[in-house]
């Protein structure tokens, strides 16, 4: 085995220890767990005698902050050198906080310095709670990460809802808050992305595999039966054949009971006086009871291969099914000998009737296509690999998807400090 070859298998676990350590991350929204926070704003507009009461339900608490409940007024950061200030990241950054106000709660937008530098900022200016609302019109609440600033509330809510609270604030109209804990959210595994694509790919595979197993089992059917249709045929066939076979009693005197005359390739045995034999076209000679068996399942001559069918003219177009190797380790290795002087006496007999052979221009020898697989076969084949190719390859999307989903869970788990 190469080096690039043993190397593969650690490249694949590598990327399985890498999915599973990035997957999922503390910080992605869709992994963890968090508390909703459900926040009742009223505002006191000037000359208006019934506040102006909203709420959201789309806040979302901060990973480190309490969650507990808080009540208090709601300020922004003063201008800086005459230039608002709403993220808060300044160092000097300022709260007006006016005498009568015993609890206040900061309002500021997200970007440009860490949650945790924001927080503590309005912490050090006495603020019982933060309000960060997102930087981003089309994106929802995250789970902040601001470890170390103690015991004030962290909350997130849309940017829609905070430039409409930013809004009264610049008109110097007082706004009350109220934040209340809504509801826990477990930890979900998956998004809804992953799941969609983790499901079509588990309905993909059901899909070929069972494309695969009905295409398999209506070939493996009809190569079935196309198989015992030709037996049969090839039964009565051969049966046909066998009974036009020469037949002869060994007598004493006969060729077959000289010493050096080939023994019976079937059985090994030597040629005695009154057995019964067989002499096909190809003038092999065998045991009756030795070679009709063999010629009623294969139909050819044992030691050259001659099929006698053709040679008889009987079905010429119907071909051997001479699947199964012979067990004889002997024969084989006097095959070449054998096949030799078959085709001499082919030549010299001329009591032999070649006419079916020329007619049908068979040669006695096997023929190269008789060595190819069935079409069956290829089909079954091919289809094969083509589900294993199919496992495969879906396989190594969904790895992909997942390492790049967990590397995106990655750059979130940074950027959700900000």
Known sequence: MSGAARAGPARLAALALLTCSLW???????????????????VQEPGRGT???????????????????????VLAPLPIHGVADHLGCDPQTRFFV?????????????????????????????????????????????????PGTGDIIAVMITELRGKDILSYLEKNISVQMTIAVGTRMP??????????????????????????????FIQKIRYTNARDRNQRRLGDAAKKAISKLTTR?????????????????????????????????????????????????????????????????IVPNLPCTDNVALDMERLTRTQAVNRRSALGDLASD????????????????PQDGELTPRTGEINIAVTKWFII?????LSALTLCYMIIRATASLNANEVEWF
């Not at 206040?104 to 309005?122: D, V, Y």
């Not at 998004?191 to 398999?216: D, E, K, T």
């Open 24 to 42: 999922p991350t503390r910080a992605d929204n869709a992994s963890q767990e968090y508390y909703t926070a459900l926040i009742n704003v009223t």
């Open 51 to 73: 506040p102006l009461t909203f709420r959201i339900d789309r806040g979302r608490y901060g990973l480190d902050s309490p969650k507990a409940e808080v009540r208090g007024q």
């Open 98 to 146: 006016p005498p009568n106000i015993k609890q206040w709660i900061a309002l500021l937008q997200r970007g440009n310095c860490t949650f945790k530098e924001k927080i503590s900022r309005a912490a050090f200016h006495n603020a019982v709670a933060v309000v960060i609302y997102n930087n981003k019109s089309k994106e929802e609440p995250v789970t902040m990460t601001h």
């Open 187 to 216: 930890p979900k595994n998956f998004s809804r992305g992953s799941l969609v694509f983790v499901s079509i790919s588990f309905i993909v595979l059901m899909i070929i595999s069972s494309a695969w197993l009905i295409f398999y």
């Open 249 to 313: 009693t060994v007598k004493k005197g006969d060729k077959e009971t000289d010493p050096d005359f080939d023994h019976c390739a079937v059985c090994i045995e030597s040629y005695k006086q009154n057995d019964v034999v067989r002499v096909l076209p190809c003038k092999h000679v065998f045991h009756k009871s030795c070679v009709d068996p063999w010629l009623s399942e294969h139909c050819t001559c044992p030691m050259c291969k001659l099929n006698i069918l053709k040679a008889l003219g």
């Open 350 to 365: 001329s009591s032999l009737g070649l006419e079916p052979l020329r007619t049908s221009g068979i040669s006695p020898l």
């Open 389 to 393: 190719a199919s496992f495969g390859l």
